[in-house]
């Protein structure tokens, strides 16, 4: 008999990029793609999106009775994941609970708790397929790569590794199955995209970037889709905006060429928006303009850093000049760019005064910050001894890893520090402020307050929704 599993995007206080709630929520892509292999095998599924229906896990574990409860989870979503599989348990014993995601794949026994069963340490669709299989049909399971399962009479976890997909699987997995979204899709939206489609068509990066994760989580390969899948993908797709969430899709540049060119004899017309290097973007224009031809309006470019001595630190590989020459190709394309910043923990006042400098005269119209945080699988963590940010059982408070949030030794005070990174904002002139205004009201609370309140994004709160277009940033 079919098992039941409901797949559970959590929500937070904060989200990654800083984002969440005042800059986009899209589409759980992670937990379509579950669900359609899960579905491929006859089991029945449902997602529910947390940040949508933020009240809404005790009705729907009642009323669908899920025989597997699955989260996903990035650093800041550790401590809710382990309550959201604390309820499931409450409400329904005999349920089994699986957790996966970033932080699972990097520090799998932050998960080895009481009310979890199993954890997925790497991808994740081979194994929910396995463990659904063993509820299914009441035999048992088999260790793999990158499961742990906890043992219901001692309580301790078995398992070992990580699990990284080869090729074929990544080529040959089922499209995402946008049909359990499908209440909640003209709600998602990034920036004034909206709605707006999350889709895949690499995964991976061959860079080496020191504050990134990306490439330690397929061991350095660089997988592509086939171009034909992909067309066929975005057909299917019924939102006009489409955000492309390969780590890098503009490495191949013959390949991104004849993908476009493919699009355009299918006649499809949509609005996208990726990811792309700086130096990418130099040296493989014909592919951008290609993309700009069909319907590329935006790219998402981490800059990251403005000074030389940064940027060998991150292992860019590319320079400040290369960066200024970005911009202003990106300018005589047409194409807008949102720029990343990153800020180090040892970021001086003059630091934060060069950043606005180096804005402004760029004329970067979206700028967006993270702080430098040291998260799971990057080399910044190899160990926790820099994290100033601890749980009472010594493990970093993983609420804070929001990349909002330093959690490292500032050379600033750390009031003064939070103060001068909420102060970037005051720069933010894109649409991400726009939408602020128009559907929110936000208190900034003074750096003593802020700190003081416990919360991780306090220095930014919520009052009330849809009631003004006066903001304080």
């Known amino acids: 008999m079919p098992i039941r599993c409901l797949l559970i995007w959590p929500n937070s206080r904060n989200e990654v990029l800083g984002w969440g709630d005042l800059g986009a929520i899209a589409e759980p892509l ?4 579950l669900a359609a292999a899960l579905g491929e095998d006859g089991h029945v ?5 947390l940040r949508l229906h933020p009240d809404a896990l005790e ?5 669908f009775r899920p025989d597997l409860v ?3 989870a990035f650093s800041m979503h550790v401590r809710r994941a382990k309550a959201i599989a604390s309820v499931a348990k409450s409400c329904l014993p005999h349920i089994r609970t699986i957790v996966g995601g970033h932080h699972a794949t990097f520090l799998p026994d932050d998960f080895f708790e009481p009310a979890i069963d199993y954890v997925v340490s790497g991808d ?18 088999q260790l793999e790569p990158g499961l742990y399962v906890r043992d219901g009479q001692t309580g301790s976890f078995a398992g070992a590794g990580r699990s990284v997909p080869g090729v074929a699987e990544f080529r040959d997995a089922p499209l995402p199955d946008r049909r359990l979204t499908a209440a909640d899709r003209s709600r998602y939206f990034i920036d004034n995209m909206k709605p707006v489609a999350l889709m895949r068509t690499t995964a991976g990066c061959p860079y080496r970037c020191t504050f990134c994760s990306i490439w330690h989580t397929l061991d350095g390969q660089y997988y592509i889709r086939d171009i034909g899948r992909v067309v066929d993908e975005i057909a299917a797709i019924e939102e006009e905006n489409i955000f492309l969430v390969d780590d890098e899709a503009f490495i191949n540049q013959r390949r991104m060429i004849a993908l476009a060119s493919a699009i355009r004899e299918r006649g499809l017309r949509k609005k996208y928006f990726t990811y792309c290097r700086i130096d ?3 040296r493989n224009q014909e592919a951008i303009k290609a993309w700009r031809d069909i319907g590329l309006t935006r790219l998402f470019i981490g800059i990251d850093a ?15 000049t290369q960066i200024e020459q970005g911009l202003e190709l990106a300018r005589k394309l047409g194409i807008d760019i949102f720029a990343q910043f990153v800020v180090a923990p040892t970021a001086s006042a003059r630091t934060f005064k060069n950043l606005v400098r180096f804005i402004e005269h760029q004329g970067v119209d979206y700028p967006s910050f993270t702080v430098l945080t040291p998260l799971p699988g990057t080399e910044l963590l190899e160990n926790f001894d820099s994290v100033t940010e601890r749980q009472p059982d010594g493990r970093p408070d993983w609420d804070l ?12 005070p750390p009031d003064v520090f939070r103060k001068e990174y909420r102060n970037l904002y005051k720069v933010f002139k894109g649409a991400y402020t726009r939408y602020r205004e128009h559907n929110s009201i936000i208190h900034e609370l003074d750096a003593r307050d802020a700190l003081a309140s416990g919360h991780p994004t306090s220095a930014v709160h919520l009052v009330a929704k849809h009631q003004t277009r006066r903001s304080v940033i």
């Open 59 to 63: 009705a729907t574990l009642e009323t």
């Open 70 to 72: 699955g989260i996903t």
């Open 45 to 49: 599924c449902r997602i529910l999106d």
């Open 30 to 33: 992670a937990l379509e793609y």
């Open 306 to 320: 403005i000074s030389e001595l940064d940027l060998v630190s991150y292992r860019k590989k590319c320079s400040v």
């Open 124 to 141: 994740g669709i081979g194994l929910i397929r396995s463990v659904a299989h063993a509820l299914d049909s009441g035999t048992e399971l």
């Open 280 to 282: 990418t973007l130099l």
């Open 401 to 412: 890893f929001d990349c909002q949030n330093a959690v490292t030794q500032t050379a600033l």
